[in-house]
């Protein structure tokens, strides 16, 4: 029998990078329902495709016989299907009869098995791998099991540690389960080791003992052993960690060696007179960080720079004196949030404190509109406008800035890499200031903002209290209630949080609007229930936050819009309905918002009945620990590898293998990276050449946000 191309016969086999990084629809045995649903899933190349990693491993290295079954045994065993189907007895049953030259065994399940009616034929080679039972005969009840399809197919699929890989309901739908990935993963495996191709120096891998590309995605989809498939993910890794820094290298060296900064002085009057307004000293931490600020603005580059700090740590007030900077030198500053009521929040906010120094503050959001539009797009054109504040407005065509010298970047990781750079080019390279209100440990900032100058305040304003953090069983809820009603009565506040706006059919979840009609008519109807969430309109929401704020609304019931921004004073309770539905670090930030002021306050939680592993985990971390970052250090560790605590930023490519609590891997990628391109910023010597092919080759399109070459 002729061997089967491993491309499909329209096209020339590539060779080389060309093959690693041809369309995964050349490969054979993906045709066009296939690749569609592999490219939805972002497996465009037969790179990504052998990025795709297996989630677990079979072990069907050790073949038993069927005559040597023992009751007792966990084994793995190959046959061929001779009969199946329903059995109607005391209970209903699915059994499934293999045999081999030696003998035959049952195969029983006793529920759940409909999904079984068609995935079986007369002749089927099966592997099937589960507990040997003894029922009247021999039998495997529930067992694991693939149809391997025939017997060429079993050095794939049997006798070995087996790959099973992640799948969605689109790829079941057009047979990419884990036996349909394996029979097209192992030949463009197969060419790749007759054509091999290298995306990483080789004395990077004789120094460090990483595996040759080919060897580490072979072991990682075939491995010898899972000693040999952890090798290949740490090689798989490196080049992933590599190559994320590199862009990041490039990007800081850009911006030092080619964009020219505004030199900014700190401010003098302005800063004073702020500072004596406040009522309160700033922390050492604040200062510390405000002084790196103002270094950079003074220096001849652009800043660049991220503030990280938990929250209540009193980023905000660092950025409003690092913003008078640019306000006494003859420069417009700019805030950009997330959304509008971030921004309305911000508004708030910096026009308070800005107030003792006739500063004009405006906002600008998809609210503002008509002559109130106009008037603001006019004053922020004109100059006459100091301080602009606004969500994706800001960065409109339309919106034209006199003089934009310095902009924040609030929640940056909301926001891709090309908005950023649209807000930049507002002005004449101004200085940017990014704030973070989700802690990251030191690693993982190294990561996301490896392109940026990292400050952190580590240190909390004197005064705050830790907020006392209990769950609350069912039972116990009228109980919290009580204890709501006492707090409300000694004029404080309080919040109510829910995950959703209404109720669908799908969820069986409280909606926001039928808690707030709940708690406003049964539970507390001689108190004022206000209801906030992001479908109501900018004027309505500034309404209920000025009347929460003055305490015109005692409970305000809410979605997650109040996860950052809010500063309300009297507010000492939180309470969280469906607390399992939330992340870690979203849990802190709803935590946040209460306890600003000096008085004891707490967050209750309260679950639904079905409450996962993982779930229970945050939970428990969140009773136990204050701390932000120690928070967002457990939280990703939940989270698992790969996954960026949701900061998928445009223009960045994604980490499909990298574990980011490999914090050895991270910085030896990072210290190569950066010494690479501060010796040769665009990758023009003969040995870093390749080097720059391979990253051309790794991004395509989103080059363009590399900055190198």
């Known amino acids: 029998m002729p061997e089967k191309p491993v491309l499909n016969s329209r096209n020339k086999k590539p060779r080389g990078l060309d093959f690693l990084f041809s369309d995964v629809q050349y490969l054979k045995g993906v045709g066009p329902r296939k690749g569609e649903a592999l490219k939805k899933h972002g497996i ?46 005391r209970r209903r049953l699915f059994k499934v009869i293999i045999e081999n030259d030696r003998a035959e065994l049952e195969l029983v399940w006793f529920s759940g098995y409909r999904y079984l009616q068609n995935a079986f034929s007369e002749g089927d080679v099966i592997c099937v791998s589960g507990t040997v039972r003894r029922y009247g005969g021999l039998n495997i009840p529930h067992p694991e099991f693939e149809v391997v399809g025939s017997r060429e197919d079993e050095t794939i699929h049997t006798g070995r540690l087996i790959p099973i890989y992640p799948e969605n309901s689109l790829f079941k739908e057009v047979g990419l389960h884990s036996r349909g990935l394996r029979r ?86 302005m800063g004073r007179k702020l500072l004596d307004s406040l009522g309160f000293k700033l922390t050492k931490a604040q200062v510390r960080v405000l002084n790196e600020i103002y270094a950079d603005m003074a220096a001849g580059f652009q800043m660049n720079r991220v503030i990280q700090g938990d929250v209540g740590s009193g980023k905000t007030i660092v950025a409003a004196l690092a913003m008078l900077g640019a306000i006494e030198n003859g420069f417009q500053a700019a805030i950009m949030a997330p959304t509008e009521i971030l921004a309305e929040q911000h508004y708030f906010s910096i026009s308070g404190l ?46 034209e800035f006199n003089n934009l010298g310095f902009a924040v970047i609030d929640e940056q990781q909301r926001f ?59 039972d116990k809820r009228h109980e919290m209630y ?16 829910y995950p959703l706006v209404e109720e669908t059919e799908k969820s069986d979840l409280k909606a926001a609007t039928e808690g707030y009609e709940q708690l406003k008519g049964d539970i507390f109807p001689d108190r004022t229930v206000g209801l906030l969430h992001g ?17 015109k ?21 939180m309470l969280i309905e469906h607390a399992e539905r939330f992340g870690l670090s979203q849990l802190h930030q ?70 980011l609590t490999d914090t050895r891997l991270i910085s030896l990628a990072r210290r190569l990276a950066f010494d690479m391109i501060e010796e040769d910023p665009a990758l023009n010597s003969e040995e870093n050449r390749f080097i720059k092919t391979v990253l051309k080759m790794r991004l395509g399109k989103k080059l363009k946000y590399s900055k190198i070459g």
């Not at 060897?215 to 993910?233: C, L, N, V």
């Open 482 to 497: 009580d204890f709501v009603k006492n707090a409300v009565k000694n004029s404080q506040t309080a919040y109510v949080i």
């Open 184 to 269: 097209i993963i192992k030949p463009a495996l197969d060419h790749l080791a007759e054509n091999p191709c290298e995306t990483i120096p080789e004395k990077w891998r004789k120094e460090y003992g990483l595996y040759d590309l080919t060897r580490a995605i072979y072991q990682i989809h075939f491995p010898d052993k899972m000693e040999t498939a952890d090798s290949g993910r740490q090689r798989l890794a490196f080049e992933e960690l590599f190559y994320l820094e590199l862009i990041m290298a490039g990007r800081k060296s850009n911006r030092r060696k080619k964009m020219t900064g505004i030199k900014i002085g700190p401010p003098k009057k």
């Open 553 to 573: 609304i005692d409970i305000l019931v809410a979605t997650t819009v109040v996860e950052v921004g809010l500063d309300i004073p009297t507010a000492t309770i």
């Open 44 to 89: 465009k190349t037969v790179f990504d495709l052998f990025y795709y990693v297996p989630r677990k491993y079979l072990d069907r290295s050790l073949i038993t016989p069927l005559d040597k079954l023992e009751e007792g045994m966990t084994v793995t065993v190959l046959g061929t299907v001779v009969a199946f189907g329903e059995l109607r007895r």
């Open 354 to 399: 800005l107030k003792p120094l006739d500063i004009d503050t405006v906002l600008i959001t998809g609210s503002v509109r008509g002559a109130n539009r106009a008037e603001t797009m006019d004053a922020i054109a004109g100059g006459r406008a100091s301080v602009v504040i606004g969500t994706h407005a800001l960065i409109q065509k339309k919106v």
């Open 535 to 551: 479908r109501m309109k900018g004027e309505e929401k500034q309404k209920i936050m000025i009347d929460f704020r003055d305490r």
């Open 416 to 474: 891709g890499v090309a908005q950023r750079g649209d807000l930049l080019a507002k002005g004449l390279n101004p200085d940017i200031l990014v704030m973070s209100a989700t802690p990251i440990p030191r690693t993982l900032a190294m990561t996301i903002y490896g392109d940026l100058d990292i400050s952190v305040i580590d240190e909390m304003p004197p005064g705050r209290i830790p907020v006392k953090t209990k769950l609350v069983p069912e």
């Open 590 to 659: 709803l935590r946040g918002r209460v306890g600003r002021a000096g008085i004891k306050s707490y967050c209750f939680l309260m679950t639904g009945p079905r409450v996962t592993e993982d779930a229970s985990r945050r939970i428990e971390a969140l009773t136990e620990i204050s701390d932000g970052f120690k928070i967002s250090e457990i939280d990703l560790q939940i989270r698992g590898p790969g996954e960026i605590l949701g900061t998928r930023q445009h223009g960045m490519p994604e980490l499909k293998v990298a574990d």
